[in-house]
């Protein structure tokens, strides 16, 4: 892949951490929790193809979920970074877990923001946040959503990543954070605890987060971080200068 077809935004130093974007969005809806993490952790957030400031979105791009997994090795391969810390929200944790498993090598542990193993199973798109808490809405938190999500186009490559049955594979630590209040990922997140959750290695670690649906690290940033520092911190702790590159 072309060099000067990557766009990424590179903040802090230390261990590398890649966080992904979600259907519509850009590295621009981890906006939230970025100032904390940069504080001791090397943050890349890159714009994937058709969305933010990434480049224009191939055909070919569009319609293999391993092309996404091409583009964030490439990224690293850029900026010279081996392995990495690798998470994403929602379609970006989707690419995250498929990158663990196409490119073991490069990855040291994952996170996921309300994502999902085999999203193949839901009939419809994500963005379900509206009227979907049993909670008043914040209208400002609303309006943050919304920005994040008008970034890009809506990819249905989650029909592409039923990768259930591939999850015994995964020897990385795993962080998985749910909304409570989010419906779709509820019903597959109850499902898999029946069904499939015993194949999970003992290292991967769900936790529910309360007071939000899809939207978890814009709707309770503080509550993400709670549990998102700590597992950073135990993959390799490290305190760093802020500074900030792009590359693209």
């Not at 209208?139 to 008008?150: Q, R, S, T, V």
Request: glycine share 8%.
């Amino acid at each position: 892949m072309d060099e000067n077809r990557l766009f990424a935004r590179v903040f802090g130093t230390g261990i590398p951490t890649v966080l992904i974007h979600g259907n519509h969005g850009s590295g621009y809806t981890f906006a939230m929790i970025l100032p904390e993490i940069m504080k001791e952790f090397q943050v890349i957030l890159p714009d994937m193809p058709g969305f933010g400031s990434g480049p224009p979105m191939s055909e070919f791009f569009e319609n293999d979920p391993l092309e996404s997994v091409a583009y964030v090795e490439e990224i690293l391969k850029a900026l010279k970074i081996s392995t990495a810390i690798l998470g994403g929200h929602s379609l970006g944790g989707l690419i995250s877990l498929l990158t663990a498993l196409d490119r073991p090598s490069i990855v040291r542990a994952l996170v996921l923001i309300d994502s999902f193993v085999d999203y193949h199973e839901r009939p419809e798109g994500l963005r379900r946040f509206q009227g979907s808490y049993p909670f008043p809405h914040n209208p400002n938190i609303d309006a943050e959503i919304g920005d994040a999500c008008d970034d890009g186009k809506s990819v249905n490559w989650y029909n592409w990543f039923d990768v259930s049955g591939r999850i015994q594979e995964i020897h990385i630590p795993v962080l998985e954070m749910m909304g409570e209040a989010n419906p779709d990922t509820n019903d597959l997140f109850e499902k898999w605890l029946i069904e499939k959750r015993s194949i999970v290695p003992f290292n991967w670690v769900t936790k529910r987060i309360l007071g939000g649906a899809h939207f978890i690290h814009i709707e309770q940033p503080e509550k993400v971080l709670d549990e998102l520092l700590p597992f950073l911190r135990s993959i390799n702790p490290y305190k760093g200068s802020m500074k900030c590159q792009v590359i693209h």
